[in-house]
């Protein structure tokens, strides 16, 4: 029943993809590659919505939910807009730093969709896990769906701008760090190394929070390359920093006040935390 309401879902999301590429084809003669590679995402978006679903139930409990949920189905919508947004990485080189010639209205809303996107993409993270907490239907599962979709959206986010321009290449590290903070991971439980769980941080959900808040400035025409690579230096550093001493965590080579448990070996994802170190 639950993967049927998924499926559901993803068979809408797909009809509607194909017609806003077929207008923004039209409109604004946007390249035909913006819908194959949504379409592309969009299958690792529901892959990973299918790959979780036994975790459909509240975090006390085990049994999962046999309905989706406003929160998650908010959470999956997000994803869906997440592969829109990468969509965008067809762009021509250098297009979000080019201004459009006054009057040039195809071009103008072209310059604007991927900082729109993101955006979009933004607001629906702070609304999911809001009402979620509201309503009292917090589950697993969105707590995964949230993790995996973030750190998409930063990967997606960050290539878009780097391949429009509007970032400098070096933050590509940040669009990989939660991807190679898995990878790090993963290769010390092969060689049978402990994995530590993280403390509790307000300071890394600011540093997240900023890092998305600089991705949709990039992206944003309005925002010059000169002051997009000052940005890239004031949030990225600090950001990847944070990671290094979190990997430091992990790894059990620092240790904090509580108890320090080892971490299952399905290691839950985290879109904040990275390392860059294996061993």
Excluded: K
């Amino acid at each position: 029943m639950l993967r049927r309401r998924v499926l559901w879902i993803a068979a809408g999301v797909t009809a509607l993809t194909i017609v806003v590429g077929l207008v923004f084809r039209a409109v604004i003669d946007l390249s035909s590659g913006w819908l194959l590679v949504s379409l592309a995402s969009l299958l690792i978006v529901f892959w990973l919505a299918d790959a979780n679903l036994e975790m459909n139930h509240a975090p006390d409990r085990e049994i999962p939910a046999p309905y989706i949920g406003l929160p998650n189905t908010i959470t999956i919508l997000r994803g869906v807009v997440v592969a829109w947004t990468a969509g965008f990485i067809v762009l021509d080189p250098q297009l979000l730093v080019t201004s459009p010639m006054i009057g040039d209205g195809r071009a103008w809303l072209l310059t604007w969709l991927p900082a729109a996107c993101y955006g979009t993409v933004v607001t629906m993270d702070l609304a999911d896990g809001s009402l979620a907490r509201r309503r009292g239907s917090v589950t697993a599962l969105g707590a995964r769906l949230d993790a995996e979709y973030d750190g998409l959206g930063i990967l997606a986010g960050v290539t878009v701008g780097i391949i429009g321009g509007a970032i400098p290449q070096m933050y590509l590290a940040v669009g990989l760090a939660r991807y190679a903070f898995l990878a790090a991971c993963r290769r010390r439980e092969a060689r049978g190394l402990p994995t530590f769980e993280l403390p509790d941080s307000r300071a890394r959900r600011v540093l997240a929070g900023a890092q998305m808040a600089f991705i949709l400035a990039a992206l944003s025409p309005a925002v010059g390359p000169s002051i997009a690579t000052v940005g890239a230096v004031v949030v990225g550093v600090p950001f990847l920093t944070g990671f290094v001493r979190d990997w430091l965590y992990v790894s059990g080579r620092l240790r904090w006040d509580g108890v320090q448990q080892t971490i299952p070996s399905r290691l839950p994802p985290t879109t904040e935390v990275v390392g860059f170190l294996c061993g």
